[in-house]
């Protein structure tokens, strides 16, 4: 409510009212209707020293007992009333939780300081939130968070041409932006990273298009399409800290390098100890690690160790068993890793090391029962070579002897010698359920390192959630600085999810935290009213962890907005 004064034409006289505003439910306009006539100002100073000041105090007071005060909501429909076309009177309220952790990390200050150094008029910070809710909780291209703009109570005055144009200004700010981020999250949320946990993935784009940038490599979803590369680093917590983005045929191994040193150069974290898959465990990253005083506890692979390690996993001798179906043993080791020179020469380095083995029964099944689809797979293709090719054959081609493809066609060159590699699998058979860890931490103890080492499942996980929760492939966007903002979106949607989740002390996944927040919809029933019609234990719980109440069945778009300003604070 507010003060209305309507200054009459012809009289010159101002008339005083006190008027609501609200929307119409059927054309979306906004309308306003008259509370109470006050009178001709004039007239009122007969009775008031200062009848606005007066007035506008009045209003405030109603405006507070409004929000306060329970009242009845009465809605009337008619039976016969129709939907027009394009009717979509639902709205999101769960973005309010990460509302909270946006503001938290103060992204919205970040981008209205850098956003004045430039001629961009559009409000970066109002594309930004978008980009962000959308990801979460309405996951698409950047046309459909456009689109889709009005499901949030969130000003919406720019265009799609700002938000592509915005892009180009995320991508010149990423680096520094992570930067903000990791202190406000130091600030707020205590970051612990005396374990950082590294890995590589990749995703795809739609288009056959290559380039510098898109290209053709080992993709983790086994497609054909053009990929880029992504490393990223996870604190204990399972928080993001930073990533990096390479162009798809680059090694996995060759991204450590470059994005450590910029975390370690940046971010300020101290010393740490970097946790990585057999993807990593390489000498020159090993040299790399220790000469910047940090630790590392690598995985390495058993089928691929050396004749030594082999006849050491093997021997019975030393294991400790933990049940019937679990054992462990490690040693001191004295080894050399091949390190590459400036002159790009390799030259051999000694290092002592701590290799732990372990052996567990469950992965063994698994093992065994993956091999056993893959050799049925091998021995159809050995049957009907035609019905193959290299992209069809994966995971049975290891198991096919003499077995090679034509270059251009991806076709089987030969099938008239192609036969199963027994001694192959005679020799995964016995190491099945074996892992080697191999780590620089001597001190520490064996079942210590391996629950260092299975920390690396949230870093995987958050791969599994980008790529199904936030769909973040495919990649809609075709140029490098348009594909790079959007990876960038998608770190600071995964930072958000996993401090919610890290907030929750990980009570619940995040696939179910963003479902119960997708739910938390409203509906325009009647002018300034919005009806509520989902709760659950997860909403309660987010609810007593961001300040926010989704408890309210009935609110009108003021108290909306109230709670939703709320979480900017």
């Not at 006050?38 to 000041?53: F, M």
């Not at 008619?78 to 309220?93: A, C, D, P, V, Y």
């Not at 799609?160 to 180009?168: A, C, E, F, H, N």
């Amino acid at each position: 409510m507010y003060l209305r004064k309507i200054k009459q034409k012809k009289s010159g006289r101002t008339y005083l009212s006190i008027v609501e505003s609200y929307r119409d439910k059927e054309t979306k306009k906004p309308r306003s209707r008259t509370i109470q006539s006050l009178g001709y100002l004039d007239e009122l100073y007969k009775d008031y020293t200062d009848p606005i000041e007066h007035f506008e105090n009045i209003v405030k007071e109603m405006n507070h007992e409004s929000s306060v005060k329970e009242i009845d909501v009465l809605v009337k429909y008619k039976s016969s009333e129709k939907l027009s076309i394009g009717t979509n009177n639902r709205k999101n309220f769960g973005y309010a939780a990460l509302s909270s952790i946006y503001h938290t990390l103060e992204i919205d200050k970040f981008l209205i300081n850098r956003q004045r150094s430039t001629k961009i008029e559009a409000n970066t910070n109002h594309i930004m939130k978008l980009l962000i809710n959308s990801r979460l909780l309405e996951p698409g291209s950047k046309k459909q968070a456009y689109d889709n703009r009005d499901m949030f109570f969130e000003k919406t005055n720019y265009s799609l041409d700002d938000v592509y144009r915005s892009l180009s200004f995320f991508n010149e700010k990423s680096n520094e932006l992570q930067l903000w981020i990791n202190d406000r999250i130091k600030e707020n949320y205590s970051r612990d990273t005396n374990l950082v946990y590294y890995d590589v993935t990749n995703y795809y784009f739609e288009s056959d298009k290559t380039d510098d940038f898109r290209r053709k490599g080992v993709s983790k979803e086994h497609r054909p399409n053009p990929i880029v590369q992504m490393g990223l680093f996870m604190d204990t917590n399972g928080i993001p800290i930073t990533y990096d983005l390479y162009a798809g045929n680059t090694n996995d191994c060759l991204t450590y390098r470059p994005t450590f040193s910029r975390m370690k150069k940046e971010f300020d974290l101290g010393k740490v100890i970097v946790v990585a898959d057999k993807g990593m465990n390489t000498g020159d990253n090993i040299n790399y690690t220790l000469s910047a005083n940090d630790g590392f506890v690598f995985s390495q692979t058993a089928r691929g160790a050396n004749a030594e390690l082999k006849n050491y996993i093997k021997n019975d001798e030393g294991f400790e068993w933990l049940g019937s179906d679990y054992k462990w043993k490690s040693r001191l080791y004295p080894t050399e890793i091949n390190v590459t020179m400036a002159s790009g020469k390799k030259k051999k380095k000694p290092i002592d090391v701590k290799q732990v083995v372990f052996y567990s029964e469950k992965y063994a099944k698994k093992a065994r029962h993956e091999r056993a689809k893959a050799i049925e797979k091998a021995e159809k293709l050995i049957k009907s070579p035609s019905s193959y090719n290299r992209s069809t054959s994966h995971g049975a081609a290891g198991y096919v002897k003499n077995l090679t493809f034509v270059k251009e066609t991806g076709e089987i060159a030969d099938s008239t010698a192609l036969i199963l590699d027994k001694k192959k699998i005679k020799d995964q058979e016995e190491l099945d359920g074996y892992y080697v860890l191999v780590t620089s931490e001597y001190e520490k103890s064996a079942s210590d390192i391996i629950e260092i080492y299975r920390g690396l499942w949230k870093i995987e996980e958050s791969f599994k959630v980008t790529k199904s929760d936030l769909e973040s492939r495919p990649v809609f966007v075709s140029t490098e600085k348009h594909i790079k903002a959007h990876f960038l979106t998608c770190f600071i949607a995964l930072v958000i999810a996993r401090i919610l989740e890290y907030k929750l002390n990980g009570k619940y996944s995040i696939t179910r935290i963003i479902n119960s927040l997708k739910k938390c919809s409203c509906t325009n029933v009647d002018q300034n009213y919005y009806l509520f019609d989902y709760y659950d234990e997860v909403l309660q719980d987010i609810g007593l962890a961001t300040n926010v109440d989704f408890s309210t069945k009935i609110r009108t778009l003021q108290q909306i907005k109230k709670n939703i300003s709320e979480t900017k604070k």
